[in-house]
């Protein structure tokens, strides 16, 4: 059983230029969610989604768009990366509301 | 609004010590309430959670935490720390129908041998 993979696991970008990063689970859940994690920040909400086909704004969505068009899947995209979005990412996903959450192994990106 | 405030940024503690690792929530409905671990270049795994059956919650690898509503506390302790456990540890507050879980800032534990 995979779980949650996230693809890349690592990624440079130049400042100005695109990507999506892909969030898979094999665990039929409804919930999926976006979070970056910065040294001393713990990690932040950028966006989560509570079914196919739906989105909603965490804490820090600014700079970023997400889509569900899939249940099993959960994109994240940069349409400009800037250096401030150097971060890791993580995805996550839970079967329901208050449920554990499992996550992936994260994406690091480095934006220059 | 949730929030979740994680007490020191780094504690170190001997192998066979005691651990604690603080965890204050603010929420103004009941709480669920998680403590997760993240290892070196991992994603993070659940330790233990509070879903208000019991207030004292028993986790994984001898963890457990107790729920103190009086003082919106969810400490996290270990009778006696292990080289494995040097790990960094988030604490974390989901409430119904938010659909979402608020992270603390996290506490790195070193074991000292």
């Known amino acids: 059983n995979a779980g949650v993979t996230q693809t890349p696991k690592f990624r440079v970008l130049k400042t100005g230029q695109s990507m999506t990063l892909l969030c898979a689970q094999d665990?039929?859940?409804?919930?999926m969610y976006w979070y970056r994690q910065d040294p001393g920040m713990g990690l932040r909400l950028i966006h989560y989604s509570v079914g196919e086909g739906t989105t909603a704004k965490g804490e820090v969505p600014d700079g970023y768009n997400v889509s569900r068009l899939k249940k099993q899947n959960f994109l994240l995209g940069l349409e400009s990366a800037a250096p401030s979005q150097t971060s890791v990412y993580f995805c996550?996903?839970?079967?329901?509301?208050?449920?554990?959450?499992?996550f992936g192994q994260g994406t690091r990106l480095t934006v220059v | 609004a949730q929030s979740v405030t994680q007490l020191g940024s780094h504690v170190s503690v001997s192998e066979g010590a005691l651990v604690l690792l603080r965890c204050n929530y603010s929420?103004?409905?009941?709480?669920?309430l998680f403590w997760y671990v993240q290892y070196p270049n991992q994603g993070l795994q659940l330790l233990l959670k509070?879903?208000?059956?019991?207030?004292l919650v028993k986790g994984i690898n001898g963890f457990e935490a107790e729920f103190k509503k009086s003082e919106t506390s969810f400490h996290l302790t270990k009778p006696s720390a292990h080289m494995s456990d040097a790990a960094e540890y988030f604490c974390a507050v989901s409430t119904s129908g938010t659909y979402k879980y608020i992270f603390g800032t996290g506490t790195r534990l070193k074991v000292l041998a």
């Open positions: 996550a996903s839970s079967l329901r509301d208050r449920a554990e959450a499992f």
């Open positions: 665990m039929n859940h409804e919930y």
């Open positions: 509070y879903t208000s059956a019991a207030t």
């Open positions: 929420s103004s409905v009941p709480p669920y």
